[in-house]
């Protein structure tokens, strides 16, 4: 994902530097024009926008954090720090109040909306936090990448993901319990889908997933470990302003995703939910 973006932004015009902890994955970046740092603080020594898309929150601390090799360590005052993981808002809190302290900003801006994000770099949608301003400043880069709604203060962006993946987990779960339903049941499942995709059961959710489960394309999208990661971020407790969360479909929603990966499944994406239903009901993967 990260690549994608900045390619977008090489494309764009930007000059751009960037690291990858496994250096043959930025081959195609430098071809394309970019220059290769061998840290996050070197990076960030060369910018005055520093991107960061990694897998959860302790890549997050690492990348950002470390005293010696963060971007944070290297970024020169009035720099930005954005990060795109879905991570933790608490976090992000912290990364915001250490930017600030070192007279930089920070802004979260976790990737939302589609599974062909990944390899498009592009997103429908970001809920992106901190200061209003600086979301505003970012508006040049962000047009090449997708469009972002600031939803508040330092934190508020990875709140608005996880509560998006509480939403997606549940309709994907409904999705895969009614296509299961529906063939055991001896209906045309295509054209079920079709039907009440038209009534009250219809939804975003239906649009992108349906056929895909239809056909069976599960490995289409993002590693299913990634929603049990953001799932389990919700049910945390003591997250500052979230003491305490009472999620009882989120938990069941993990466990159902969780099922799918001790199968040896983790790989796949999250339309491969209705093989946990199948193996529940004997019917196989």
């Known amino acids: 994902m990260g690549g994608a973006m900045a390619k977008h932004l090489l494309a764009a015009g930007f000059a751009v530097t960037v690291y990858a902890r496994t250096p043959a994955k930025a081959e195609s970046l430098i071809a394309a024009g970019a220059s290769l740092a061998d840290s996050p603080a070197a990076v960030a020594a060369a910018s005055d926008v520093v991107f960061t898309m990694v897998g959860n929150p302790g890549n997050v601390r690492a990348v950002v954090l470390d005293p010696t090799i963060g971007a944070l360590a290297g970024l020169r005052p009035g720099g930005v720090l954005v ?25 979260n801006a976790p990737v939302s909306g589609a599974t062909s994000a990944p390899a498009t770099g592009r997103w429908p949608s970001s809920p992106a936090a901190g200061e209003e301003a600086v979301v505003a400043w970012l508006a040049p880069l962000f047009a090449h990448l997708g469009t972002a709604t600031h939803m508040g203060a330092p934190g508020s962006g990875h709140s ?19 296509v299961a339903f529906a063939n055991a049941a001896g209906l045309d499942a295509p054209l079920f889908l079709d039907a009440v995709s038209k009534s009250a059961a219809g939804s975003r959710v239906m649009d992108i997933f349906g056929d895909r489960v239809l056909r ?11 929603i049990v990661k953001d799932l389990g971020m919700a049910l945390e407790v003591g997250d500052g302003q979230e003491e305490t969360n009472v999620l009882p479909g989120a938990a069941l929603y993990r466990q159902m995703f969780t099922a799918m990966v001790a199968n040896g499944d983790g790989d796949l994406s999250l339309q491969g939910l209705i ?5 529940l009901n004997g019917i196989g993967k």
């Open 275 to 279: 093989t946990v239903v199948e193996r």
């Open 83 to 107: 990060d795109c993981t879905s991570s933790s808002p608490s976090l992000a809190r912290e990364i915001a109040a250490a930017a600030s302290a070192a007279g930089c900003y920070a802004v």
């Open 160 to 178: 608005s993901k996880i509560a998006n993946q509480i939403a997606v987990a549940g309709a994907v779960v409904g999705l895969g319990e009614s």
């Open 216 to 226: 069976r394309e599960f490995g289409y999208g993002g590693s299913v470990r990634y």
